[in-house]
């Protein structure tokens, strides 16, 4: 599968939403301090620390999760925010204690710069994958009609 920019799509799946979550207040209190949601901060620093990135260390990442130097340069910086905000509050600390640290907001906006570029890479890379004339699904191969503007029916 061609994806423009990373040999790892599927878990940039991961990536991506943990950093939209990161960067959202409303939904870190309305799911993570929610005892009946699977999602909480540990689930998204696994993803975002452990399982599909390293933020403390995300340039090994590029070109497998994180398309550009830029993606790894913000992802160190969300990784530097939480860390520090881990040290104040210490590791065992409940979501409520993380969320509440003066730090946060911190992390949040690193998060949200981060959400937005690595969103708007994604669309970039879609509209190549258009370009390329690749249909949906991705793995699809590339249309081969004359017709300009192919489209999928729903």
């Known amino acids: 599968m061609i994806d423009h920019g990373v040999a790892l799509p599927y878990y940039r799946l991961h990536v991506v939403p943990a950093v939209v979550a990161m960067a959202s207040p409303t939904w ?4 993570w ?11 998204t620093v696994h993803v975002l620390f452990d399982d599909f990135c390293d933020a403390s260390n995300p340039l090994p990442w590029l070109g497998q999760s994180l398309r550009t130097e830029e993606e790894v340069e913000l992802m160190a910086r969300l990784g530097a925010a939480y860390s520090a905000v881990q040290d104040s ?18 992390v949040v906006a690193a998060a949200a710069r981060l959400a937005q570029v690595l969103v708007s890479n994604d669309h970039s890379a879609l509209s190549k994958l258009h370009d390329a004339r690749y249909s949906w699904p991705l793995d699809a191969e590339p249309a081969t009609s004359g017709t300009e503007d192919q489209h999928v029916g729903s």
């Open 28 to 31: 870190q209190r309305e799911v």
């Open 33 to 43: 301090l929610d005892p009946d949601q699977l999602e909480d901060l540990d689930y």
């Open 89 to 106: 509050v210490g590791a065992a600390a409940r979501d409520e204690v993380y969320l509440d640290s003066p730090g946060w907001p911190a």
